[in-house]
């Protein structure tokens, strides 16, 4: 089946310690994001790739970095230095090249549920 | 910059009733895209809707469809015949459709219960 596979689905982390969170996508999709949802808030962007090996912040990329090596595959680490890094955490996949109506439209995965220990 | 603002928290709807949730947005721009998410209690993100600003007629799906006010800046969601599977936190959603843009901004959804 065609979509977006998020990994683990709960994630516990230490003090001092990054972890990764894992998308993985086999819709052909161009573009990549990942998104941290808190309790009463909508999603905020973290960052986003529209090709390999390119990739923007968002509005909340400190303490985040991402990496774009497979068109397929778009992780997320949560380093040491994000502070509060307990959220949920969605990733979602776009087809941005001219394709009609599915253009433009995000789709998303299960999301990440990372708390800390 | 762009805001979404949905300034219902929380609503109710008796099942097999009609219920419309509320959403304005701020933007300097004319073309754009604007969406309904549904999340349910699984947390997926579940795209309901989706309305181009250069289309004057409402988008539809089903049961599903919008009150799209360009002028106003406002895209309200109406549900007709709610069912119990409806409940769910609902996200209404903006995105500039020029080159080179990507990002979705959110509002802070409203929580959509179904009474039977």
């Known amino acids: 089946d065609g979509g977006i596979t998020q990994s683990p689905k709960y994630l516990f982390r230490k003090e001092g310690q990054n972890v990764t969170l894992s998308c993985e996508q086999n819709?052909?999709?161009?573009?990549m994001y990942w998104y941290r949802q808190d309790p009463g808030q909508g999603l905020r962007l973290i960052y986003y790739?529209?090709?390999?090996?390119?990739?923007q912040k968002g509005d909340i990329a400190e303490g985040y970095s991402v990496s774009r090596e497979k068109k397929e595959s778009f992780p997320l680490t949560v380093t040491s230095a994000q502070k509060n890094p307990t959220a949920f955490y969605l990733c979602?996949?776009?087809?941005?090249?001219?394709?009609?109506?599915?253009?433009?439209?995000?789709?998303f995965g299960a999301g990440t549920r990372l708390s800390v220990l | 910059a762009q805001t979404v603002t949905q300034s219902q928290p929380e609503m109710s709807v008796q099942e097999a009733e009609t219920v419309t949730l509320s959403c304005t947005y701020d933007t300097s721009e004319s073309d754009y895209y604007l969406f309904w998410y549904k999340q349910p209690p699984s947390r997926q993100m579940i795209l309901v809707i989706r309305q181009e600003a250069y289309k004057q007629q409402n988008a539809t799906e089903n049961r599903f469809s919008v009150n799209f006010q360009k002028a106003a800046k406002s895209f309200s969601l109406k549900i007709s015949d709610s069912q119990l599977g409806d409940a769910a936190m609902y996200f209404c959603a903006y995105r500039y459709s020029g080159a080179g843009s990507y990002q979705l901004t959110f509002g802070k959804g409203t929580k959509l219960s179904v009474i039977p």
């Open positions: 790739s529209q090709i390999v090996n390119d990739f």
């Open positions: 979602a996949s776009s087809i941005e090249r001219k394709s009609g109506g599915a253009k433009n439209i995000q789709y």
């Open positions: 819709l052909n999709h161009d573009a």
